[in-house]
């Protein structure tokens, strides 16, 4: 049997579980810390800073 023809057959049952599955892979991502400083380091008489504000 082919998998499209199980899944077209069910797909109440397969839909939330592939959903339940990448958010278990999805999960590590809101741990992640990019490590990118903020304006904070920059001083104030920088031109970015004074850009941004």
């Known amino acids: 049997m082919r ?3 199980v899944l077209w ?3 109440l049952l ?3 579980a592939a959903v ?3 958010v278990v892979l999805a999960v ?3 741990g992640l810390r990019t ?3 903020s304006l ?3 001083p104030a008489s920088a ?3 004074v850009g941004y504000t």
Request: charged fraction near 25%; glycine fraction near 8%; avoid cysteine.
């Open 40 to 42: 904070k380091v920059v």
């Open 20 to 22: 339940v599955v990448l």
């Open 47 to 49: 031109d970015a800073r």
């Open 35 to 37: 490590a990118m400083p």
């Open 28 to 30: 590590p991502v809101f």
């Open 14 to 16: 397969f839909g939330p």
């Open 3 to 5: 998998w499209g023809e």
């Open 9 to 11: 057959r069910r797909p």
